[in-house]
């Protein structure tokens, strides 16, 4: 299948802001590199380490309507700033498998104190774990990012026994699998892809979890249900316009886990929450949060 790779420049401030609108229109990586050959030293404790000059790169799948993509992002990034984007420089890319480019610095890792995230192709390093054998293929979702972290060192904390949930956003799966792994019931996947869907299914196929232990579902497809536990880790957009849905899926009483979510955006959705959940202090890692509530009982 063939790639197209959208380039922005940016500087420090504004490469965050970037990655963010170009997952938001579609791209199915982002990715961040020098592009004045500039040396990084050792960053601060729990920062974002970037260049001064930084290139900013979406893949695209080869028939992303490209114009549209452009529009979004500019338009996007006009609201958020008030300036206009110099240039989105386009890359056609050879076919390959681009799914697997990452391989090389996929490594197990531990969230918490008993959550394991491995890659498929390498054995667990503590077998006595709760270890998820994981391959995300082109659905997002392995565990690096600040917004999975967060999220999975929650769950890692939380007591999730018992618990029926609903992963919306699922991408490869990993939150609602990570949660049947550590004693949840069930768990209701919802993306808007299909290959997150096929996925989620694969790894859930991959560490043993029966077929009746998960659904999956295209948001359009997905039956009018409830839970104990809501996970999004969308982005802030669609968490804010997504919020009376999924507030309306979450039992009273029950545990909302939002994230995707810049910590300059966190307010925003806390407030849009308050209607429905008792919202908690959000928790941040590299300029990102994660927050979490749970449902009035009435």
């Given amino acids: 299948m063939p790639w197209v790779q959208l380039h922005i420049q940016s500087d420090r401030e504004h490469a965050e802001l970037l990655e963010e609108l170009l997952l938001e229109a579609g791209a199915e990586a982002v990715s961040m590199e020098d592009s004045e050959d500039t040396p990084l030293y050792e960053p601060e404790r729990g920062t974002t380490p970037l260049w001064d000059s930084t290139r900013v790169t979406g893949l695209f799948q080869g028939e992303a309507d490209l114009e549209s993509v452009r529009s979004q992002v500019s338009e996007a990034w006009h609201a958020a700033t008030q300036t206009h984007l110099e240039s989105i420089e386009t890359e056609l ?75 919306y956003g699922c991408g490869s799966g990993i939150l609602g699998l990570a949660a049947l792994k550590l004693g949840a019931r069930h768990m209701v996947g919802v993306d808007n892809d299909p290959q997150a869907l096929d996925a989620s299914r694969d790894n859930a196929q991959r560490n043993g979890i029966s077929d009746e232990a998960l659904d999956l579902y295209l948001p359009e497809e997905q039956p009018s249900q409830d839970c104990s536990l809501m996970l999004a880790n969308i982005l802030a957009q669609p968490l804010l316009s997504l919020a009376p849905t999924l507030a309306a899926q979450v039992r009273p009483g029950g545990r909302i886990v939002l994230s995707g979510i810049l910590s300059t955006q966190a307010n925003s959705i806390s407030d849009r929450y308050a209607r429905w959940f008792s919202m908690e202090s959000p928790t941040e890692q590299e300029g990102w949060v994660c927050i979490t509530g749970t449902r009035y009982t009435d």
């Avoid at 979702?141 to 949930?165: K, M, Y």
């Fill in 93 to 167: 890319l050879e076919d390959r498998e681009w799914e697997r480019a990452w391989m090389d610095d996929f490594r197990p890792e531990r969230f918490g104190d008993r959550l394991w995230i491995c890659p498929s192709w390498q054995e667990p390093p503590d077998p006595e774990a709760v270890n998820l054998v994981l391959d995300p293929g082109l659905a997002f979702g392995s565990g690096t990012h600040p917004t999975t972290r967060l999220c999975l060192e929650w769950l890692d904390q939380a007591d999730v026994r018992g618990l029926d949930l609903i992963d």
